[in-house]
């Protein structure tokens, strides 16, 4: 009786720490595919989601970490301004401090859609594309393919009251786009991809990324984002 009230105690622990991380994201989750016109911006002459959802992998990465995580979607997103350097006159640190003992977690991840550029920056090429990564064809070659994002992750601390973003190596990293030729043809004559060819080459690459900036930040092996505050 003793081991089964002592289980059920350490269980119990587990269960509310594993409570204190919660996630927010701006992104379409779902894997799209568009047939485009490459120029200075890409120019899609349409575009689908494919069956591939990221929050399933968000939420099988963490589980795997045996973390417990849960999605809000009321954050206020204007707070953060713009992306690179937030913004310099909104109290961000303290709504996040406050969002976080609203919501009783410890940590909050942050996956957000790049919504600012400098003056040559290869996230600008997506931005007004429906998803936020996903995979391109064009009508010069039925061999290429290229796989993009235009989104960053990032965590805050509650016990900091910092915002971090992850530690990568070269090889946990993914360009903005990649690139790939293929031996045959990849897509038909309605412009849509024949088989997984392309699906199973990039996004083994992809999943490397996200999984390795998910973990970094778990493990601390993160970089501050430094706010300047009004």
Known sequence: MKKIVL???????????????????????????????A???????????????????????????????????????????????????????DYLKNYCESKKVDQLFIIRKVNSFKLIGPMDMFFNFKNNFGI?????????????????????????????????????????YLNNSFENAIYDDNKMLKDNRVTDYFIPIFENFMKNSFLKLLNQNEKEVYIFKK
């Open 7 to 37: 289980l059920l105690f350490i269980f119990l622990i587990n269960f509310f720490y594993a409570q204190n991380i919660g996630i927010v994201s701006n992104l379409n989750p779902k894997l799209g595919y568009s047939h485009t016109k």
């Open 39 to 93: 120029a200075i911006k890409f120019t899609p002459i349409f575009e689908k989601d494919l069956d591939y959802d990221l929050n399933d992998f968000i939420n099988t990465t963490f589980s795997q970490a045996n973390k417990t995580t849960v999605h809000f979607n009321d954050f206020d997103w204007k707070t953060l301004g713009f992306f690179d350097e937030f913004t310099k006159s909104v109290p961000i640190l």
């Open 136 to 176: 391109m064809t064009f009508p010069n070659s039925q061999k290429r393919a290229l796989m993009y994002y235009n989104f960053a992750v990032y965590k805050y601390s509650l016990k900091d009251n910092k915002i971090y973003s992850p530690l990568l190596k070269k090889n946990e990293r993914m360009d903005v």
